[in-house]
């Protein structure tokens, strides 16, 4: 093991075994303390039943986090453990969770109950391993692969089709064909799989380094809960710009971005829209207004599977955006600066290099160049904090009208204006000159309307 057991946690299992209990830890910890990755959770299960757990670990805190089928949660010093007796389980009639389970003292049988062969590998701190199903040597070989029967292993619980995806995608692992032929004969159980489950799967798989790897293998799991998705499988573009269909093209620049999920999910979905905003005129493929109407789609497709309220608002901009030049001219920088923030503006360029990168070799050369210079210019703007929004002006509404403006559209309008000569670098964002250019600005607006 390349890590050690912090102490708290290895404390929990040697309370239950001076109990007289069997105790191990199982599952995540183990696998990636076998591949050298330092887990973030750490599970026990053990022969002792919730009760008997309860009263080893009287006195400290302790959460009933899913009682009923055999699983607490114990606070022990800085560690927060999850111990769950060795159980068989029931029939799944909701293809989500055991109707009822019955509780064991035999570890193999607790261990054939798991999802894949690499979370089913128990461990004693003592250095004793337990591996009944071939995890370790999957581990090596970097497959997944389901414990016993893949199809049951679904229908028990059809998010473990997703998480198969996951797991090849994190891990960078393939998935066994019986298991990935059972995924994809399973794919429709997911459609009663409750959103906010998939949209974690899925956002966990898309950060992934395999993410493209992984939305290869299984698209026909995607396209059950994404069905936008399929549209793009095959679709070609017939374009000088794109050498791959609408489906390739995406994994191929999902596959050059940055670990980001609003980066990645923009990514997903970014071309969404190209089939049904397909026009070809003279042999050429065109998808004029795809952004907009790909932002529309990502945004129903993100609500119904219950992402957050600023993952979906930011998805949706940068895919509005993501076929708007970026030049790298200090103007056009501040600009973009304005309208969307440091912060998003990093994002979309992200957006825009990824998916330039998808692109066939014509013209892709000169815009990966003209997107780098950006962002070189960027840093250089972004240090100096330029006055770019309204907020950012040295005077406001009130401003103008204690300096006489008749409050009304004008004054917002004499503002705007303002800012544009700020930014364009012909006048400074000081008071005084801003309150002198002002009044200039509203004389004439008023000799307008005469």
């Known amino acids: ?84 007796t060795f159980r068989i389980d029931g029939p799944y009639s909701d293809n989500r969770r055991p109707d009822a389970v019955t509780f064991v003292r035999d570890l193999r049988a607790d261990l054939s109950r798991r999802d894949f062969t690499v979370n089913a590998i128990a461990y004693r701190p003592q250095g004793e391993l337990i591996d009944c199903f071939g995890g370790r040597r999957d581990l090596s070989d970097k497959i997944i692969r389901c414990v016993g029967t893949p199809v049951a292993r679904f229908r028990e619980d059809a998010l473990r089709i997703l998480r198969a995806l996951r797991f090849a995608s994190t891990l960078g692992f393939t998935i066994d064909g019986d298991t990935l032929s059972a995924a994809l004969e399973c794919r429709a159980l997911l459609k009663a799989v409750a959103p906010e489950r998939v949209s974690s799967e899925l956002g966990k798989l898309l950060l992934g380094t395999g993410a493209a790897e992984a939305l290869s293998l299984g698209v026909g799991a995607i396209e059950t809960v994404i069905p936008e998705i399929s549209e793009m499988v095959g679709f070609e573009q017939h374009n000088p710009y794109h050498d791959k269909d609408v489906w390739e093209h995406t994994l191929t620049a999902l596959a050059s971005a940055p670990r980001d999920l609003v980066v990645r999910l923009a990514l997903l979905l970014h071309d969404v829209a190209k089939p049904r905003c397909y026009t070809n005129l003279d042999g050429v493929g065109h998808f004029h207004g795809h952004p907009a109407e790909g932002a529309g789609m990502a945004r129903k497709i993100l609500n119904r599977l219950r992402f957050g309220s600023a993952t979906v608002k930011a998805v949706a901009e940068l895919i509005y955006h993501h076929d708007n030049r970026i030049r790298a001219d200090a103007k056009n920088i501040k600009r973009w600066l304005g309208a969307l923030g440091e912060r998003r503006l990093r994002l979309l360029i992200a957006v825009q290099r990824a998916d330039s990168c998808g692109h066939s070799p014509y013209m892709r050369g000169e815009r990966l160049a003209e997107l780098d210079a950006a962002s070189a210019l960027l840093d250089v703007i972004a240090e100096s904090r330029p006055c770019v929004t309204l907020r950012e002006l040295e005077i406001n509404g009130g401003d103008l009208i204690a300096a006489g ?27 005084d000159a801003l309150l002198l250019r002002a009044s200039g600005i509203l004389s004439a607006q008023k000799n307008e309307t005469v």
């Open 1 to 84: 093991m390349s890590f050690a057991i912090p102490e708290d946690t290895a404390a929990v299992v040697a309370a239950l075994e001076a109990r007289g209990f069997e105790a191990y830890l199982v599952g995540g910890c183990v696998r990636d303390m076998l591949l050298g990755i330092r887990p973030d959770d750490w599970d026990v299960c053990t022969d002792a039943t919730p009760e008997q757990v309860k009263l080893t670990f009287e006195g400290h805190r302790i959460l009933e986090t899913g009682v009923r089928h055999g699983t607490v949660t114990v606070f022990y010093g800085a560690a927060r453990v999850e111990v769950t």
């Open 405 to 431: 403006a008749e409050q009304g559209p004008a004054v917002g309008a004499a503002l705007r204006l303002l800012l544009e000569l700020v930014i364009d670098g012909e006048l400074p964002n000081e008071r």
